[in-house]
């Protein structure tokens, strides 16, 4: 059973601050790497995919993947109270489907 | 261009009666799924079209689900005889390769 794992939260971080989240993942075969943000009562949206070993960043919005190690974060710089929101990792293990994470619940606190 | 598309966005029903929920993909995306997303909890996958190919219908809960997806294009849901732990928001994806963009959702509640 390939399995995405994230810390369930809350994460509380007081605004200006860096949020760092984190997804562990199973299988070492993994091609591509996702992380959606949900706000409360809305569909996912897409803020990053990452492909490679390394660091990718667009904007406030940093994402990192350590294959040997199966985990990706994503960090989030000067954390802004819109940025409260449940964040969803999402892996595909070698086929077109998605398997997602129950997702982070981040709270900015002003 | 336009994103993903759901009808309706909220629907309050009856148990024992069936609803069809809608999905419009992006024009050209090959893939769509449907999930279902409960109060507080995660994505539950529940089925996924792939171009020409059989549906994997391997998250469907009961022989109650069921969803076709004509000319490769728009989608239906269907859920016959419903249950009130049917109650949940029910999203749409649909993607090009593997990246999935979703839809709107319906809020479904059975009473």
């Known amino acids: 059973q390939k399995e995405v794992e994230q810390n369930s939260g809350p994460l509380s971080v007081p605004e200006g601050a860096i949020a760092s989240l984190n997804c562990t993942y199973s299988?070492?075969?993994?091609?591509?790497f996702f992380w959606y943000r949900q706000y409360s009562g809305k569909s996912p949206e897409l803020i990053m995919s990452?492909?490679?070993?390394g660091d990718k960043e667009d904007g406030r919005f940093t994402a990192q993947l350590n294959k040997a190690s199966q985990y990706v974060s994503l960090l989030i710089r000067d954390s802004q109270p819109s940025d409260s929101a449940t964040y969803l990792c999402?892996?595909?293990?070698?086929?077109?489907?998605?398997?997602f994470g129950t997702g982070t619940r981040l709270t900015i606190i002003p | 261009g336009a994103g993903v598309s759901q009808s309706p966005s909220n629907k309050v029903t009856e148990k024992g009666k069936d609803v069809e929920l809608r999905c419009d993909p992006i024009?050209?995306?090959?893939?769509l799924y449907w999930y279902r997303q409960s109060l507080g909890q995660g994505l539950e996958f529940l089925i996924y079209?792939?171009?020409?190919?059989?549906?994997?219908k391997s998250g469907l809960p009961s022989d109650r689900f069921s969803a076709e997806r004509t000319g490769g294009s728009v989608s239906t849901l269907t859920i016959q005889r419903t249950q009130q732990e049917d109650s949940a928001v029910y999203l749409c994806?649909?993607?090009?390769?593997?990246?999935?963009?979703f839809g709107p959702g319906t809020r479904l509640t059975v009473l």
């Open positions: 994806a649909s993607s090009p390769l593997v990246t999935q963009y």
């Open positions: 299988d070492r075969v993994s091609q591509s």
């Open positions: 024009s050209g995306h090959t893939a």
């Open positions: 079209f792939q171009g020409n190919s059989a549906p994997d």
């Open positions: 999402a892996v595909n293990f070698g086929n077109e489907k998605l398997t």
């Open positions: 990452i492909y490679s070993n």
